[in-house]
């Protein structure tokens, strides 16, 4: 059922979505590192055009790459953000890029979009709980 389109999601699996999430969270966890707005080159895309490269990325993986790499992926995006207090989430100057390329955003909401986690999980899980 992992691999199993989708009904509202343009065809997209249970296996997208966790493609998705954990693309994003390493891209999240290399700007934590960094302490800079850096990254893919698909950021200079637009959102359509990015999803569909990461889509087509995750599509040639395995159903257990994809897996093996949604865990590893929320591990290392975890253990990245115990590095940052909270004077980091809120400082945008204490970040690279962030004052210049967002402003008035604060890093907390660069790397952290509850409403994007929250509709992928509520997605997912009427997809596999009914």
């Known amino acids: 059922r992992l691999e199993q389109p989708g009904s509202g999601t343009d065809g997209w699996t249970v296996k997208d979505v966790l493609w998705h999430i954990a693309w994003g969270d390493r891209q999240n966890e290399g700007v934590i590192r960094a302490r800079a707005l850096n990254g893919s080159a698909l950021w200079q895309l637009t959102e359509d055009e990015r999803t569909a490269a990461v889509m087509k990325e ?21 253990s990245a953000l115990e590095e940052v207090t909270e004077s980091d989430l809120n400082e945008p100057e204490r970040w690279r890029g962030f004052v210049e390329q967002v402003p008035g955003w604060r890093p907390w909401r660069i790397l952290y979009d509850p409403g994007h986690y929250e509709l992928h999980g509520r997605w997912i899980k009427e997809r596999l709980v009914g």
Do not use: N, P, Q
């Open 58 to 78: 995750g599509r040639s993986r395995s159903l257990d790459e994809v897996i093996t790499e949604y865990r590893r992926s929320y591990t290392d995006f975890m």
